[in-house]
């Protein structure tokens, strides 16, 4: 070994000590949060607000050469593990493990947090409203495919709080006990990852049953169980079910991304990087639509996101979903929100939280 590799390996050893401090030092700062709240009127520990703009200002401060996407990693973590040693949270998502969902629900939470799988989206709105869990995380649409509009559904009926997003690049593998393509008879999926592979699927495997699952990594878990079949599914979930990668990246489109939200019972405070939703119904007139959406425009508020949403009353009677950016307590969006809702049959904020970094 020569005397420069050596140095820089000293150098290297001195540096993880010292970091190794400062994040024991960082956890007895969060344990001290703790008791301050404890004696305080706030007793929420986690705020999706502040984890942001501490995000947003160490992007801002680094200088490289670990890019933006390690630091978000590595603080997710610090974070997580910190957040850990004042309170558990324990958050809902579809499973079972190594799931889109708990991909997500790691990208946004990190690891240090307690996972409740579920089998249907139904269960992850009902833990939440009925506070058995602090959050969870739900698919709400695809890039490729639009809105998943069961979550959309339970959104609108459940009466809990958008909290957060995450959007997460999806690559769909192939996975099966056989070694050869030529030998599966079935592929099980979730309903959107067939959109999602539906050309590949024509042209590969025209003749193969496709069955629905609740999700993916149900999927890759049902079928480490069977000799003729495969599932499409993430690629850590070939890992954990030892299963083999028949085909990577099998998903239509190369840029093939789901946003996921985290939905909770409370309202989150501004970060300055946020996003609000909310749910209209217009009165039944011509021009009425429009008349509200000049609220926005008049105030330049950029709206991300409208969704047409059947009401399931009356025939050809839609609500609407509106993304905007900004969040309620900017005073331009919450008066241009007053008006909205004053000239609106219906109005709900569905809530007002960080947008994803």
Known sequence: MSDDLKKIRKLIDMLDTKILKSLNQRGVLAQKIKKAKDSSDNKSLYRPERETQILKKLERLNEGPLSKQHIQSIYKEIISACLSLEIKLSISC???????????LNKFFGSSVKKNYTKTLADIFYNVKNQTVDYGVVPIENSNQGSVREALQHLIASEVRICGEVNLNIKHCLLSTCNNISSIKKVYAHEQ?????????????????????????????????????????????????????????????VDNTTRFIVIGSQFVNSSGFDKTSILITVPNKSGALNNVLKYLSDSNISMTKIESIPTKINNWEYMFMLDIDGHIDDKIVKRSLEKIKNNCVFFMHLGSYPKSI
Do not use: H, M
Request: aromatic content about 6%; proline content about 3%; charged content about 20%.
């Open 94 to 104: 579809l499973g079972p493990e190594e799931s889109y969902s708990s991909i997500a």
């Open 193 to 253: 990852t067939f959109l999602q592979c539906d050309a590949w699927l024509n042209k590969n495997l025209p003749n193969i049953k496709r069955n629905i699952l609740s999700s993916n990594s149900a999927a890759a878990k049902k079928v480490s169980n069977l000799k003729d079949s495969a599932a499409i599914a993430s690629r850590s979930c070939s890992k954990l079910y030892n299963l083999t990668i028949l085909r990577n990246n099998i998903n239509d489109n």
